[in-house]
């Protein structure tokens, strides 16, 4: 230790202080998440829900529980709800879901050395594009040499 320096009570070694112009926090704290009000929606949209049916009580979640109260409206007679209930069948056989969703995955594998995010996305869509065959229609095609069996 050099004479000019006292260690003692509130008075630490130069090797341990904080150095000047260093912050004791680089990365700062941490930013919020963006609030996202068609996210809190849907989050509603899709918590459980209690309802009675046939004296059980069953659950579901609201938006099915909404679709259902559009099917007993429009079978009641009410135009309204029967125009809604279409729009809403037309919107999700046309997008395959009831509203947009937006989905993040952290800490994804690649398949390969080098693939990225994106290349991983781009990769998995086109796999989920490839229509598979209808049933009854797919042929059964061996490409190791059968076996003649001689006849008695």
């Not at 260690?7 to 000047?20: A, E, I």
């Not at 049916?53 to 659950?59: A, C, L, P, S």
């Not at 996305?121 to 003649?148: I, V």
């Amino acid at each position: 230790m050099t004479q000019d320096h006292k260690v003692g009570k509130g008075r630490p070694p130069k090797h341990s202080q904080f150095k000047k112009g260093v912050s004791g926090n680089p990365n700062g704290r941490p930013k919020r998440a963006p609030f996202s009000v068609a996210q809190a929606i849907l989050n509603v949209l899709d918590g459980p829900a209690k309802y009675k049916e046939g004296g059980k009580v069953r659950i579901a979640s609201r938006r099915e529980l909404s679709a259902r109260n559009y099917v007993r409206r429009a079978l009641a007679g009410d135009i309204g709800s029967a125009a809604i209930l279409l729009k809403l069948l037309a919107h999700a056989e046309r997008f395959g879901h009831m509203g947009a969703r937006k989905i993040i995955v952290r800490n994804w594998l690649p398949d390969y050395e080098g693939q990225t995010a994106a290349q991983k996305t781009r990769e998995f869509a086109a796999n989920r594009e490839r229509k598979p065959p209808k049933p009854g229609l797919e042929r059964k095609q061996s490409h190791e040499p059968q076996e003649e069996l001689p006849l008695p």
